[in-house]
Nanobody
Framework: QVLLVELGGGLVQSGSSLRLTCGRS????????MGWFRQAPGKEREFLAS????????HVSDSVKDRFAISRDSARNILYLQMNNLKPEDTAVYYC???????????????WGRGTHVTVSA
């Protein structure tokens, strides 16, 4: 079984930065392509960024690629989403995801974290 846990969400001001993390102990975690999605109130879950199982390739949504970056630390079994220059429209629940064909879509994801909430004030 795959259990993903997101950390790092919170309430921040516009223009600030946050780094989200997603982790799971064990080597199996790194056998999957992984990514980040978000779901804002009243909207469908949307793709943000993904990274291949070996960390060799990444894909970031055009909507955030100038501000967000995805990475993974294989040695520590951690997935990151660095978010810079946050805006009120970034307010959403952010989900870690695993096991999907790269670069991935919402419908292809096999495993989801429970989400961490990010609220960006104006």
């Amino acid at each position: 079984q795959v259990l993903l846990v997101e950390l790092g969400g919170g309430l921040v001001q516009s223009g600030s930065s946050l780094r989200l993390t997603c982790g799971r102990s064990g080597r199996e975690f790194w056998s999957y392509n992984m990514g980040w999605f978000r779901q804002a109130p009243g909207k469908e879950r949307e793709f943000l960024a993904s990274i291949t199982a070996d960390g060799g390739d990444t894909h970031v949504s055009d909507s955030v690629k100038d501000r967000f970056a995805i990475s993974r630390d294989s040695a520590r079994n951690i997935l990151y989403l660095q978010m810079n220059n946050l805006k009120p429209e970034d307010t959403a629940v952010y989900y870690c995801a695993a096991d999907f064909p790269f670069p991935g879509t919402t419908g292809q994801v096999q495993y989801w974290g429970r989400g961490t909430h990010v609220t960006v004030s104006a």
